[in-house]
């Protein structure tokens, strides 16, 4: 049975260039950052603390933990190095197993190969040790085993996330091309805003930016939706610990933020979208809905921050019907948004020109394979054309 409180090296991946932001939030958990790289960070934690980490973590994508690091220069050397971890400690005989890798290697050409002598090397000693073996396939439902293979250098992990820590649990209507929930988070958080004033998020699509930025706002775990994490299948799980992290992580959220956060959207269909994804995280009180085009969202007054993520051109909409898009951006920054800081999430430094309003800030990000920035607009006060209270 495994033991929960060995230490040893803890791997959290995620988007690139989010990795300050990643560290900024394992500091705040207790963890003191051992390395940092361009998509992940090492620190030092025993699967307890994988529990934790899981729980909380908004930026990262898996929090691996480290069972072996071993040279191997060919798959036999491979499967012999695997074959003499104590696979018997960590997986039930009649358990669930999938494999995943990262290979760099001359010798093989396809990653799949190595995923299959990973697995072969596990199961064949847990039929040695145990006259049985666990089933295995390629969905991350059960025990998720990470292998890291470049050149003859070999790391195996015990992948104690099983599905992306993206994957929150709220998001049942994606809609059109959504931002991924740590990407969201990352870029929230880069703003500097926890709930401490209004926010308004035109062209809102699925509702990614602002469900994050209420969970955000509320202190609430990002991962307390979540029904399945790998960890919980490992042999020696103490769910009355989990039920206890569970708890704890409920009583430090609120009900409750310092102002408003404004969603709207020209489509109708995004807007039900948001509003149900919201609906599933518990964040919809926080929020006012409206179906319009972005110029006309009304703005709270009081200040906060003002979120926008238009089409980029590169997938959907065209680059040149775009950039008037982009100028009334910059018209609506000037004319409602005063007092506010602005942000406007983009691929495209051409249309970016076309918001006309210079930029405090670039922040670099990568959506998927896309570069990006988030651009920061000071927008000093004075009259606005329109706000929620001159409605009411």
Known sequence: MADFRTRSTVLVTCPKRTSQFLCKEIESLGFPILAEFPTGVEIEGTLEDTMLLNLHVRTGYHVHFLLKSFIAATPDGLYKNISEIPWEDYIEPDGYLSVVSTVDNPNIT?????????????????RHVTGRRPDSGSERIGVVVYLFWRGTSCRVFLDTSGEPLTKRGYR??????????????????????????NLAN??????????????????????????????IHLRGFDSEHWAALRKRAKSAATRKIDGRIVVSDIDEGAVMAARKNAANAGVDHLMDFHVCDFAATPVPDGGGIVMLNPEYGARLGTESALEETYHRIGDFFKKDCRGYTGYIFTGNPHLAKQVGLRTKR???????????????????????????????
């Open 202 to 231: 035109p062209m809102c699509g699925s509702g990614t930016l602002a469900i994050e930025a209420a969970m955000i706002g509320l202190n609430r775990a990002p991962g307390l939706m979540r029904e399945n994490f790998a960890f």
């Open 172 to 197: 049942k209507i994606p809609y059109k091309a959504p931002m991924q929930e740590s990407l969201a988070a990352a870029v929230i958080l880069a703003t500097g805003w926890r709930g401490d004033g």
């Open 110 to 126: 396809d990653s799949r190969f190595a995923n299959v002598k990973c697995k072969d090397a596990i199961v064949d000693r847990m």
């Open 362 to 392: 670039k922040i670099p990000f990568f959506n998927t394979t896309l570069d990006c920035r988030l651009l920061e607009y000071e927008l000093y006060e004075g009259s606005r054309k329109h706000s929620i209270s001159d409605e009411q």
